[in-house]
């Protein structure tokens, strides 16, 4: 009699064969995951950038240029309400805290200030993105 040489596959290939799926299906599930938290770290970040620039455009074309009375440390953790804002992301408030300082610049009879705008928000520990720029006086900032 003839023998049928037809080999299928066995337990063990089919075991290595999910094993490999699986270790697949997890790497990939770790690049979303990764994903996911950069793009929420680059949403906050930029939204950040954009309240401290909307401050300082703000202040360069307002004549009233007082700093503001709190310190000039920004920590949205120290219970000290400075200027605040809250976004709402994934269910959760998030506080941004702002605060800003002007400077006189030396050998310009105060006419020229330097204005320093900081925002800081926790999300996964403090935060913060700081801007610099000048203000001149009697020009509305330009």
Not at 48 to 55: E, H, L, R, S
């Amino acid at each position: 009699m003839k023998k049928n040489n037809l080999n299928g596959f066995g337990l063990i290939e089919s075991i290595v064969s999910l094993v490999i799926f699986t270790v697949l299906l997890l790497g990939l599930n770790y690049s979303l995951i990764l994903s996911i938290e950069h793009n929420t770290s680059n949403f906050l970040r930029n939204t950040a950038t954009k309240i401290a620039q909307g401050y300082a455009d703000k202040l360069r074309t307002d004549n009233s240029t007082t700093s503001t009375g709190a310190s000039s440390e920004c920590d949205p953790n120290d219970g000290i309400d400075k200027d605040i804002t809250y976004i709402n992301l994934k269910n959760t408030n998030i506080k941004f805290e702002t605060v800003y300082n002007f400077t006189p610049v030396p050998n310009t009879n105060n006419n020229v200030l330097n204005l320093h705008v900081t925002t800081c928000y926790n999300y996964k520990g403090v935060k913060k993105v700081e801007i610099d720029t000048k203000i001149y006086k009697g020009k509305a900032g330009l």
